[in-house]
């Protein structure tokens, strides 16, 4: 596993890059982000921050999620991909939201992992967004560059990800140091190109090192 010192360093330089850690999901109520996490399942970010406006104009509260027809809120969302399931999926969230959390996003991985399409991903984002806490935000981007650099051992589960990087990176660093990656992932560690040739984490990345060792 990388060293501390290693790990250190990389954290650093990603706040050098990326100061403000921000989330590329658009949002302003706390119900809001838990939709749209749900909507950006197999969709970019991108994607999803164009259709909620209309989504959330037309049912500006979560009393009008938890009454909407799924097969409307469906018809808002559809470029999104799995439509009607995520549709299905944000009217019964509305609904258990007011029945059992009188109205309120819960700040604890069981409940909100209790909640329809609600996984630990999306979990750990609220918790480190909404609620100031912890947050292992292991998503493709997360997954894949912590693999790359040797923080993580290349598992592409999520589970085993999150794991690794509880025992490596500081609580309070972690929602931060998963938004940087994302962000970092679009511009530097593609999926398909890594810029490893100029990269600055490229001394203490694992896949680096050993790409320079073979020229």
């Not at 799924?70 to 799995?82: A, D, L, T």
């Not at 990269?199 to 790409?211: Q, S």
Request: positive net charge; proline residues 5%.
């Amino acid at each position: 596993m990388k060293s501390k010192a290693a790990v250190k360093r990389i954290i650093e330089t990603l706040k050098g890059i990326y100061p403000d850690a921000l989330c590329s999901l658009q949002y302003e109520k706390d119900y809001e982000l838990l939709f749209a996490v749900r909507l950006s399942a197999q969709c970019t970010d991108e994607r999803v921050n164009k259709v909620t406006p209309a989504l959330y104009q037309r049912f500006p509260t979560l009393e009008s999620f938890a009454k909407a027809d799924p097969k409307e809120v469906g018809e808002y969302i559809h470029s999104c991909g799995f439509y009607n399931g995520k549709a299905r999926d944000i009217v019964a969230c509305a609904q258990q939201l007011i029945e059992k959390h009188g109205g309120k996003v819960p700040g604890t991985m069981e409940e909100l992992t209790a909640l329809p399409g609600v996984g630990r991903k999306t979990a750990n984002l609220i918790l480190g967004d909404v609620f100031g806490q912890e947050g292992y935000v292991c998503d493709t981007h997360c997954i894949r560059i912590t693999g790359r650099l040797g923080i993580t051992d290349g598992s592409k589960d999520p589970l085993q990800v999150e794991r690794q990087l509880r025992q490596s990176i500081p609580p309070k660093e972690s929602n931060n140091f998963c938004h940087r990656l994302v962000l970092f992932g679009r511009d530097t560690c593609t999926a398909r190109s890594p810029q490893c040739e100029g990269c600055p984490l490229a001394k203490d990345c694992d896949t680096a090192k050993a790409a320079a060792r073979k020229k």
